[in-house]
């Protein structure tokens, strides 16, 4: 397990009495896809805001590349390169493509105090960054973000997090508000983000998605893991069941097909 980014060893998250996350153990490997499967409820939120170093677990110990680690924050995390992607922010719509690529770290040119945004650098380099991760369509860095699908908006959130060095991304639910074609296009990113040596982390309620690009599943019920497998390991029908919470989805199909 040399190789691990980040391991999770045995870590509880109480608030109060709520136990929302319990004895979790998971682990987090370079160029590999972990798939984090859960339901509403099932405390995936909660792990995020760990992984992220929001929160410190209440127990439990956090390993980062080979060394037991407790983040200050989540500015000590995103510094060791563990960068989180929320489903429906991290662009500014009314902004340009340039702009959303850098916030705020932008090139300059001239020297301080007269230096400004170097705005057709930072432009070159986020539609040269976009065109490699597929995003064709873009080739304008002064387009506005507003105009980008929200598939594109995903690839140009992970894109800016791999230019940036992340090493470890967090996905949180990027697929869960698109379409088909939209959503391709984001899992497509991923599997060129996990080809570069991220090692990734992808939220989800959508087995289907996670099937498609996983290499390890891990399945969240009410704050425990309930299952851990490879891929190949399990079918889809298996991961619906788990993810039911044990529930027989063909029962709850046939219930269904009664009522029509
Ligand atoms: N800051 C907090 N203070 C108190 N309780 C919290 C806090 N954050 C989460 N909880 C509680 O912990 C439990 C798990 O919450 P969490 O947000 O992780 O899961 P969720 O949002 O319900 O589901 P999921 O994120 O899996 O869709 C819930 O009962 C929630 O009320």
């Known amino acids: 397990m040399s190789n691990t980014l980040m391991e999770l060893r045995n870590v509880d998250k109480f608030f109060g009495s709520t136990k929302a996350l319990r004895d979790v153990s998971m682990a987090v490997q370079p160029g590999k896809i972990l798939c984090l499967l859960g339901d509403n409820g099932a405390g995936k939120s909660t792990l995020i805001k760990v992984l992220s170093g929001y929160h410190q677990p209440t127990r439990g110990k956090i390993w980062f590349e080979g060394q037991e680690t407790r983040f200050s924050g989540p500015r000590e995390a995103r ?26 770290a932008e090139p300059v040119r001239g020297r301080w105090p007269f230096h400004s945004i170097d705005t057709q650098k930072a432009n070159a380099i986020a539609v040269e960054q976009m065109q490699k991760f597929g995003l064709t369509r873009v080739t304008d860095g002064d387009q506005l973000v507003g105009t980008m699908s929200g598939g594109e908006r995903q690839v ?3 894109g800016r997090a791999m230019y940036f060095g992340a090493k470890m991304l967090i996905l949180d639910e990027p697929t869960s508000a698109l ?32 099937m498609s690009v996983g290499d390890d599943f891990c399945v969240l019920i009410q704050g425990e893991v309930a299952a851990r497998f490879k891929r ?3 079918s889809r029908e298996d991961v ?19 009522i029509d």
Do not use: C, W, Y
Not at 81 to 89: K, L, P, R, S, Y
Not at 182 to 210: D, P, Q, W, Y
């Open 79 to 104: 510094q060791r390169g563990i960068a989180t992607v929320h489903q429906n922010v991290g662009s500014i719509p009314l902004m340009s493509v340039g702009r959303n690529f850098f916030l705020g």
């Open 179 to 210: 379409g088909v074609k939209e959503a391709s296009i984001v899992l497509k990113m991923m599997r060129i983000a996990r080809r570069n040596g991220a090692g990734i982390v992808f939220i989800t309620h959508n087995a289907r998605h996670a």
């Open 240 to 258: 619906l069941n788990l993810m039911a919470g044990g529930e027989d989805m063909t029962e709850l199909e046939d219930d269904l097909e009664q």
């Open 156 to 158: 140009l959130a992970i």
């Open 232 to 234: 190949d390991e399990k």
